[in-house]
């Protein structure tokens, strides 16, 4: 069995913190994990921090995008943090800009974000 | 492209079957662009290179071998990774190479961003196997 990423709900968020490298089915366990418990917590944002992580290739890249449109689905923003900059410009090269998905230099600016993007959102008609 | 391998004493193997082995091949890449002095965004490059090849090789050839090494040129110190499996080998490798094609589950990212982000890229294919094989410079 391999190892799962483990997702932590604080208040109506969800942190999710890619500690280890990842094997393909990590991905594919967390992206269920974290649709699942969207909705079993009655998550309004998910913030996925990335910073360990050394490389992110198109697998990954894909997840990331994927996640983001899903939990939108469900009703929650998805904020990435703490992507390095070597990463960010070998995804660029790569030719994976990531549209959809929003981002923040570190853990506090994407709650921040989110806690933005939340009473936005319930201001709306 | 040269052979890089014969007489390289510091060659490493990695048998690549599954996207654990992935994971595998992609630290002993990693290690021999540190060991090799390669600058981090050289080696960000180079290992997310050498994870889009492993993986391809695991997808699409049933796995294979990776053989890394580090090389030395008139660009100064090196990191050379081959991946070769026996797998159906690709049809139509101009089409394979085009961004945005996939024949799989892919992003169609995997051959033509893995050729963007290193240096040298040569492959050949046949109904026997896909041999892909890949250098990043420190330059």
Same mark, same amino acid.
């Given at each position: 069995?391999?190892?799962?990423?483990?997702?932590? $709900?604080?208040?109506?968020?969800?942190? /999710?913190?890619?500690? &280890?490298?990842?094997?393909?089915?990590?991905?594919?366990?967390?992206?269920?994990?974290?649709?699942?418990?969207?909705?079993?917590?009655?998550? $309004?944002? /998910?913030? &996925?921090? &990335?910073?360990?992580?050394?490389? /992110?290739?198109?697998?990954?890249?894909?997840?990331?995008?994927?996640?983001?449109?899903?939990?939108?689905?469900?009703?929650?923003?998805?904020?990435?943090?703490?992507?390095?900059?070597? /990463?960010?410009?070998?995804?660029?090269?790569?030719?994976?800009?990531?549209?959809?998905?929003?981002?923040?230099?570190?853990?506090?600016?994407?709650? $921040?974000?989110?806690?933005?993007?939340?009473?936005?959102?319930?201001?709306?008609? | #492209?040269?052979?890089?391998? @014969?007489? +390289?004493?510091?060659?490493?193997?990695?048998?690549?079957? !599954? !996207?654990?082995?992935?994971?595998?091949?992609?630290?002993?890449?990693?290690?021999?662009?540190?060991?090799?002095?390669?600058?981090?965004?050289?080696? @960000?490059?180079?290992?997310?290179?050498?994870?889009?090849?492993?993986? +391809? #090789?695991?997808?699409?050839?049933?796995?294979?071998?990776?053989?890394?090494?580090?090389? +030395?040129?008139?660009?100064?110190?090196?990191?050379?990774?081959?991946?070769?499996?026996?797998?159906?080998?690709?049809?139509?490798?101009?089409?394979?190479?085009?961004?945005?094609? !996939?024949?799989?589950?892919? #992003?169609?990212?995997?051959? !033509?961003?893995?050729?963007?982000?290193? +240096?040298?890229?040569?492959?050949?294919?046949?109904?026997?196997?896909?041999?892909?094989?890949?250098?990043?410079?420190?330059?």
């Amino acid at each position: 069995m391999t190892d799962r990423v483990p997702v932590l $709900k604080i208040g109506e968020i969800l942190l /999710v913190s890619i500690q &280890i490298d990842l094997e393909d089915e990590m991905v594919l366990d967390l992206q269920e994990d974290l649709s699942q418990k969207i909705v079993s917590a009655g998550a $309004k944002g /998910v913030v &996925i921090d &990335i910073s360990a992580l050394e490389i /992110v290739d198109s697998f990954v890249g894909r997840m990331l995008a994927t996640i983001a449109s899903i939990s939108r689905m469900l009703g929650a923003e998805t904020v990435v943090v703490g992507m390095r900059p070597a /990463v960010a410009m070998t995804l660029v090269e790569l030719g994976l800009s990531l549209q959809g998905v929003r981002t923040a230099l570190n853990l506090e600016r994407g709650l $921040k974000l989110l806690r933005r993007l939340s009473t936005a959102h319930s201001a709306r008609p | #492209m040269k052979d890089y391998l @014969t007489g +390289n004493a510091t060659v490493e193997s990695v048998p690549v079957a !599954s !996207s654990k082995d992935v994971v595998q091949a992609r630290q002993v890449v990693r290690n021999l662009a540190q060991r090799g002095g390669l600058s981090l965004v050289h080696q @960000t490059k180079l290992v997310t290179a050498a994870s889009e090849l492993a993986r +391809n #090789m695991v997808v699409y050839g049933g796995g294979g071998v990776v053989r890394a090494a580090e090389v +030395n040129g008139p660009q100064g110190v090196g990191v050379f990774v081959e991946f070769r499996d026996d797998g159906p080998g690709i049809r139509d490798v101009e089409q394979a190479l085009t961004d945005g094609w !996939s024949s799989g589950r892919g #992003m169609g990212l995997g051959l !033509s961003g893995a050729q963007r982000l290193v +240096n040298e890229f040569d492959i050949q294919t046949g109904p026997d196997g896909t041999t892909v094989t890949i250098v990043k410079w420190n330059r």
